[in-house]
């Protein structure tokens, strides 16, 4: 309906949209717009983000955004110029890390369904094609992420201003969460936020070995509506974390990175990719986003079963 709109990411709620709908979606670096910083919840997750059809449009709109007086403390590296002009300039090759490891994988079983890898192989042929480097990225992950990121994920349901007696209008994940919010303690709290801290130093010293780290930008193709209506709210939360197991660290660690689209399915549906790039590198992002942008044209469906 509209060119370009701002969303907001605190798990991935600009990059999932943007790739189950065949839109650019750009979650900036924490502390790079303004508002929604990066510094307003708990955990530091949240950021304020483009979503668009082009690369260009994205970067444009980012524009716009970070052009507001900055009052944060934290806050990320000023471009050498216009994220408009990285786009539209698309330079540079770089080392790519691929990687299809998941935090949320010792947990759950994470597995990618036919369209997710078919896109994700697209993308690394893609970017092979545009002359960069990509190899594979040997990565671990704390295993004590996903306990830790539920637990701060979800502490702010513990003061939601519920009016009394309308907790029963709570879906089940909610409620499940919120119950489990009240029950924890200051220090169960103050543990989950440093062993995410601790997450953040260990996977950003993994992924500076290259220059971008490059995974699927879902695990699935978009759900059904009522997919994740469940009368259990576990069932729900694992179901959320299969579908999307590589959004939420990025968020964890205040990364910048772009979900762009690479196929779309024989039943129409948009799947994609996601790049990590380095702090304060949204630039590079788009230039490499907009390189590949012809290789996922109108005309370039890449059917896949």
């Known amino acids: 309906m ?76 000023p471009p050498s110029s216009s994220f408009l002009d990285a786009a539209l300039q698309a330079e540079g090759t770089f080392r790519i890390g691929a990687s299809t490891l998941s935090p949320f994988a010792s947990a759950f079983d994470i597995a990618l369904d036919p369209a997710a890898r078919a896109a994700y192989e697209k993308g690394i042929e893609a970017l092979i094609a545009a002359g960069h480097d990509v190899v594979e990225a040997s990565i671990t992950y704390d295993s004590r992420y996903h306990q830790a990121f539920q637990t701060v994920w979800t502490a702010a349901l513990a003061t939601a201003p519920i009016p009394p007696g309308n907790e029963r209008l709570l879906t089940p994940l909610a409620a499940t969460m919120r119950e489990r919010a009240l029950s ?72 910048p990175a772009i979900a762009l689209p690479t196929l779309t399915t024989e039943a129409g549906l948009s799947m994609g990719i996601q790049l990590i790039g380095r702090p304060s590198g949204e630039a590079q992002l788009l230039s490499v986003a907009a390189q590949l942008e012809s290789a996922w044209g109108p005309d370039d469906t890449g059917l896949v079963e």
Not at 20 to 33: D, E, F, H, S, V
Not at 197 to 226: C, K, M, N, V, W
């Open 184 to 255: 924890r303690s200051a220090a169960d709290l103050v543990a989950a936020i440093d062993i995410l801290r601790q997450f953040e130093q260990e996977t950003i010293t993994q992924y500076s070995a290259h220059d971008f780290i490059l995974t699927p930008a879902l695990g699935q193709t978009p759900r059904p509506i009522g997919w994740y209506t469940s009368e259990d709210g576990d069932t729900d939360y694992l179901r959320q974390c299969q579908y999307s197991p590589f959004t939420s660290m990025v968020n964890v660690c205040g990364l």
């Open 2 to 77: 509209i060119p370009f709109a701002p969303g907001s990411d605190g798990g991935g709620s600009v990059r999932i949209p943007a790739s189950a709908t065949g839109l650019i979606g750009l979650k900036p670096n924490r502390g790079r717009i303004p508002s929604l910083s990066g510094q307003a919840d708990l955990g530091q997750f949240v950021v304020a983000g483009p979503l668009a059809r082009t690369t260009a449009d994205a970067a444009l709109l980012l524009d716009a955004m970070v052009d507001a007086p900055n009052f944060r403390a934290t806050s990320a590296v």
